[in-house]
């Protein structure tokens, strides 16, 4: 792998923890942004406090310039991660090599907000990163570079932080090669993306008599969030009977026979517990 320039300086553009994860092993891999583009504070939490992006708090910590402006007519050269925003077609022009983005799969394939999700969801054996040169478009650049990753069982937070470090790793492969004129960037064929959406919190209540392998997809996509839950009734200790109540499952897999085996629950405003203590207060 080619080790960067002391003058190879790039701005960085991302937001949440897959932005961190990347950057984390830049640095690792001895290239710092000189700056970083993050997304303005949000409210946040029940109080709605503005909050800082997990990006602003890493740019903090390493001392590294941040700004986060409401528009971005400021830049003249990026690197984009999990930004969040549209990047304006005059930004998109400034740069001499224009502006790079590390996407999580092998595009044309899942483009849009959710490709790791949508790809454990799918049950996809591989996924991955491409490095892309971004145009107007969402995830329509053309292409520099791609790399396969595996899926086996990983969650979304497991595969999201996997997919970052290899991101950041194809980077670095590349960039000397790019700026250099020796890679060509190859169009999309757009006739065979896919598009993702975004994801609702009620996107996690399953059926337990659903297909067992989809109920497990969507128990790996959804950690930590929106998580995967079903309504199922528990004692009441202020009334008489039973209530229906949301059971969080905090911890499942598929067994041998590929049954869709729950392990451990957290029933709502309960304490987790494991499966088989549920069933038994279901029964008692």
Do not use: C
Not at 8 to 36: Q, Y
Not at 173 to 199: M, N, R, V, W
């Amino acid at each position: 792998m080619t080790s960067p320039k002391p003058n190879h300086s790039f701005v960085f553009f991302g937001t949440d923890e897959f932005a961190v994860r990347v950057l984390e092993r830049l640095g690792e891999l001895g290239w710092r942004p000189s700056l970083i583009i993050t997304t303005e504070d949000k409210p946040r939490g029940r109080g709605q406090e503005l909050a800082p992006s997990p990006v602003k708090l890493w740019a903090t910590k390493n001392k590294i310039p941040f700004l986060q402006p409401e528009n971005l007519k400021l830049l003249k050269l990026a690197l984009v991660a999990s930004y969040g925003k549209i990047i304006p077609a005059e930004i998109l022009a400034w740069p001499r090599h224009g502006i790079l983005n590390i996407h999580p799969s092998l595009l044309p394939k899942y483009r849009g907000p959710t490709p790791i999700q949508s790809a454990i969801l799918a049950g996809e054996a591989e996924t991955g990163v491409t490095i892309m040169l971004m145009d107007e478009k969402i995830d329509h650049g053309s292409l520099l570079k791609a790399r396969g990753y595996k899926l086996e069982a990983q969650s979304y937070s497991e595969a999201r932080g996997e997919l970052a470090e290899l991101g950041a790793e194809l980077f670095v492969e590349i960039a000397p090669d790019y700026l250099a004129g020796k890679i060509k960037p190859e169009p999309q064929d757009h006739s065979q993306a896919t598009f993702t959406k975004k994801i609702k919190k009620e996107d996690g209540l399953i059926n337990l008599n659903d297909d067992p392998k989809l109920n497990y997809q969507k128990f790996l996509a959804y950690q930590p969030w929106p998580g995967v839950y079903f309504f199922g009734s528990m004692a009441s200790k202020r009334k008489p009977g039973f209530l229906d109540a949301r059971i969080i499952i905090t911890a499942a897999h598929l067994d041998t026979n590929g049954q869709f085996a729950i392990d451990r629950v957290k029933p709502e405003g309960k304490k987790e517990m494991s499966w088989a203590d549920f069933q038994r207060g279901l029964k008692n």
